[in-house]
Structures are given as structure tokens and as C-alpha cells.
């Protein structure tokens, strides 16, 4: 059975109390110990004293960590501590499922072999193939939806280590309106974010005061500013800034609004196992109507005329109007007569 996060600190945790031979630990100064630990890394409730019996239980069953443990009379209560001081949980070989899990994450991280900006995964893989007697090549079962050839992708590591340093970088960016230009923008980067195989960087132009949005495909070249002061990201939060959109692109001065849609029945299916967003709700099933409430940018209408006849927006008035005229001139695109390409005269 796999160990969450929470589980494994309070067994990580137990094991120090048991190895030290300094003092003696009761229940109630390992559930003091565990709590702390816990609220370190940022989880809070309390932690009963059933919880630490049943990870005690586990850690000395067969299927946890065969422990030896000796429970130690002071008093009328009971202290723990290992039978032999030097023993320690971390210094267990790999249980057949943990190994089973260590050889499905190298699995997943060798889809990035390869690309130049995680060559480091190389030596991680290899390392840990290595020391645990495992193989990750042996078995394919996981295909991820990648594109190895797009641009920009050895800025990656680059802009998420200035962001995490706090350092402002001086991008050189090709904008693709009024004919295409470079331009350079000095950005305090916060962010980085993947959408339909593309990567997008997120930070604050230091000439505008606004967040900038650029594609890492258009980014010409990267050069520190360490001269420039980094101004810190007190206004977003990223990890739900993008909450009530389809895509990246996030117009401030908008508001969400219910966007109501009608599929084909034969279609439907596919939209209710695999919604547009999560705001997604069933409005008639049997009309095969549904809505979400998002914020309408370009993204969303492209997610929608990707599914060209089976998906039509019914409300609001305006978004429907919208995406209308993109289908009016995508007919006439395809209405116009073309010439004759096939005759040679």
C-alpha cells in the first residue's frame, strides 16, 4: 500500500525518537514530536494517540519496517526505543512495492532523455538504476503527449532557477505583431506554465509594472540582470490564477461568466468523460447541454471550433456572436473559389 506524505513524516519522525538514547519518549511526547513535524511542513490537525499506536503496529509488521522495539517501563508509563540504537528505518532495503514505485518514476523520467535542458535527468536515472538493481527501460507501459522539437525549451531550467534565485532576466523576445519584431523585456519571473505542448513564462515587465505572458518558443536569448533589484509577487496566486480560464491567457479587466453549451448527441460522451473545464455542470442531459463559467479568451474558442459542427454555444449572446463570426469566415474560406492549381497552362 503506497505511504502519503503525512504518513511518512510521522514514521520518519518516530524512527529519530527511537534511535535517541538521550531521552526518554512517551506517547505523549511522540505525538508532541509529530505535530511539530507536521506543522513544518505546512500540515495542521492533531495527531491521536490511536494514530501513533497504528503507526507503531506498522512499523513493526512485516509489510512496514520490522522493527524491534522495546517498550520500556518508567513508572506506570511507557517509554519506546529501538532494541539496537544503531537500527534505523532508513537504512532498510527497498520493499518489493516501493521498488515497484521507485521503477515506475524512472519510468516517467525518461520520457525527458534527451532534451538538452535535462541532461542532469541522465545521471539521476542512471544513479538510481544502479543502487536499487532496477531497470527502467525494460518496460514501456506509459506514452506522455510531448513535443521534442519545439523551440525554447533550453530556456526552461534557466528561467525556473531565476525565479526560484528571485533574479531578473533581460529577454529577448520575437513578437509576432506589426510583421514580427524582437523586442527586449526585463522580466522578474515568477512562473512557468505548460498548455497544448507549449511552455509560457509568467512575470513582472519591469517597463509596464503588468505580468507579462511569454512563450518560451519565441524567446531569442536570456541574459541575468543582476544589477536590477527583483520585485517579489505579492499580487498572484499562481496556483489558482488560472482557476476560471481555458488556457494561459488571463484578461483581468473580465469577470467569469456561464458559458452554455450544446453537443452532438453522439459526441457528448466524449465532453462529459473529458470535460473543457472543471467548472463543467450538466445542465440536460438528455438536450445534451451542459455549462462552464469561465473567463472567454482565445483559447476557449479554439477548444470549441476544434469540435466544429458537434459543439455550438447557446449563451451568452455576445460569446456566441463571437465565435459566429469566426465560423462565417471560416466558411467563406473554404466557400471561395480557388484556382485551378493541377493545370499547368
Not at 508509563?77 to 532495503?93: A, C, G, T
Not at 538538452?116 to 538493481?133: A, D, K, S
Not at 506509459?142 to 531565476?162: M, R, S, T, W
Not at 460522451?269 to 473567463?295: A, G, N, W
Request: glycine share 4%; charged share 25%; proline share 5%.
Amino acid at each position: 500500500m503506497p505511504v502519503n506524505k503525512n504518513a511518512n513524516i510521522r514514521y520518519r519522525t518516530l524512527d529519530r525518537c527511537f534511535r535517541d538514547t538521550r531521552r526518554k519518549y512517551f506517547i505523549d511526547d511522540l505525538i508532541r514530536a509529530c505535530e511539530q513535524e507536521l506543522v513544518a511542513y505546512n500540515f495542521h490537525g492533531g495527531v491521536s494517540r490511536r494514530q501513533i499506536f497504528d503507526d507503531i503496529n506498522f512499523m513493526e509488521s512485516e509489510a512496514g519496517y520490522s522493527v524491534e522495539l522495546d517498550k520500556l517501563r518508567d513508572g506506570k508509563k511507557v517509554y519506546y526505543r529501538y532494541h539496537d540504537p544503531s537500527f534505523s528505518i532508513n537504512q532498510q532495503p527497498l520493499s518489493h512495492a516501493e521498488a515497484q514505485q521507485l521503477q515506475q518514476a524512472i519510468i516517467t523520467l525518461t520520457r525527458f532523455r534527451g532534451l538538452p535542458q535535462y541532461l542532469w535527468i541522465e545521471e539521476v536515472i542512471t544513479n538510481l538504476e544502479y543502487r536499487f538493481n532496477l531497470d527502467g527501460k525494460s518496460v514501456g507501459l506509459v506514452c506522455f503527449d510531448q513535443n521534442p522539437l519545439l523551440k525554447g525549451l533550453e530556456y526552461l531550467g534557466p528561467i525556473i532557477d531565476a525565479a526560484t534565485a528571485r533574479k531578473v532576466l533581460k529577454i529577448n523576445y520575437h513578437t509576432y505583431k506589426n510583421g514580427g519584431r524582437d523586442m527586449d523585456f526585463i522580466i522578474h519571473p515568477y512562473y512557468l506554465k505548460q498548455y497544448n505542448n507549449r511552455w509560457f513564462a509568467f512575470g513582472r515587465n519591469d517597463a509596464t509594472g503588468e505580468i507579462t505572458n511569454l512563450a518560451l518558443d519565441r524567446i531569442k536569448a536570456i541574459t541575468p540582470m543582476p544589477e536590477v533589484e527583483y520585485y517579489l509577487n505579492t499580487e498572484i496566486d499562481f496556483d489558482h490564477h488560472f482557476d476560471d480560464v481555458v488556457g494561459v491567457t488571463v484578461h483581468r479587466h473580465k469577470t467569469a461568466e456561464t458559458i452554455m453549451l450544446r453537443a452532438n448527441p453522439m459526441r457528448y460522451p466524449y465532453l462529459e468523460s473529458k470535460p473543457l473545464h472543471p467548472s463543467q455542470r450538466v445542465v440536460d442531459r438528455k438536450q445534451c447541454i451542459f455549462s462552464i463559467t469561465v473567463r472567454p479568451n482565445l483559447e476557449l474558442e479554439q477548444q470549441i471550433l476544434s469540435f466544429g459542427p458537434d459543439l455550438e454555444v447557446l449563451a451568452p449572446e455576445d460569446f456566441r456572436a463571437q465565435v459566429a463570426e469566426k465560423v462565417k469566415k471560416l466558411y467563406n474560406l473554404y466557400e471561395t473559389v480557388q484556382p485551378d492549381c493541377t493545370n499547368d497552362t
